[in-house]
């Protein structure tokens, strides 16, 4: 399995509370995704990060913000988080372009905004 | 958009049969990857195709790059209970990866 933790697992917040989720990796790889999954959507995503520091939107960016303050971590905020972002999120890693390089997956953070 | 069209989206097999899925589009791919996901889990890659035509082996898995460009299946033989989950096709392009949305398989006892 590729080094990926993320952190939480599981987590119930309210609606209008900021949340950050965590993606650790041990794999030194330059690029990182966050991608939210849904029933009927299948793997969408949110925002990328091609560097330190450099992060880029996804199709699904509203109500998202991502920082990458070092090659290992990606975090992902909800700023005030709604019940449409009730989700399973998944953090991704690849070593170059996807083109070249393909994108490996950890177990995902299960968000339920009541 | 790109879109990726998957299909089927679930099968009812028996355990022992040989399984086919397929994943077509309307836009040209440099790659292809599939992936299995597991309940509870994040998906996990089973093969990346990066040059059309190219067929690629993992086990009991083929998959195959389409000579279009634009399509690619994957086949399962001798199909056993742990190859129950759902299998998601991905196609890149400029660095811009799309997912289908996933074939379901279940496997009948």
């Known amino acids: ?114 | 958009g790109q879109q990726l069209n998957q299909s089927p989206q679930s099968m009812f097999i028996q355990e022992g049969e040989d399984v086919s899925m397929n994943c077509t589009s309307s836009s040209i791919f440099n790659t292809w990857l599939w992936y299995k996901q597991d309940p509870g889990e994040g998906p996990v890659l089973l093969i990346a195709l990066y040059k059309a035509g190219e067929l690629t082996s993992n086990g009991r898995l083929t998959a195959q790059f389409g000579i279009t460009r634009k399509d690619s299946f994957l086949n399962i033989s001798a199909s056993i209970p742990s190859d129950v989950g759902i299998y998601f096709c991905a196609g890149s392009r400029d660095d811009k990866i799309i997912f289908g949305k996933g074939t379901r398989l279940h496997i009948l006892p």
């Open chain 1, 1 to 114: 399995d590729a080094g990926i933790t993320q952190s939480p697992r599981h987590k119930v917040t309210e609606t209008g509370t900021p949340v950050t989720l965590r993606c650790h990796q041990t794999e030194n790889h330059r690029y990182m995704y966050w991608y939210r999954q849904d029933p009927g959507h299948g793997l969408r995503l949110i925002h990328y990060s091609y560097g330190v520091k450099d992060t880029d939107k996804g199709e699904v960016s509203d109500g998202y913000s991502v920082s990458r303050s070092k090659t290992e971590d990606f975090l992902l905020t909800l700023e005030s988080a709604t019940s449409s972002q009730t989700s399973v999120y998944f953090c991704a890693i690849s070593e170059r372009v996807p083109d070249n390089s393909p994108l490996h997956f950890g177990n995902g953070t299960r968000l339920t905004v009541t």
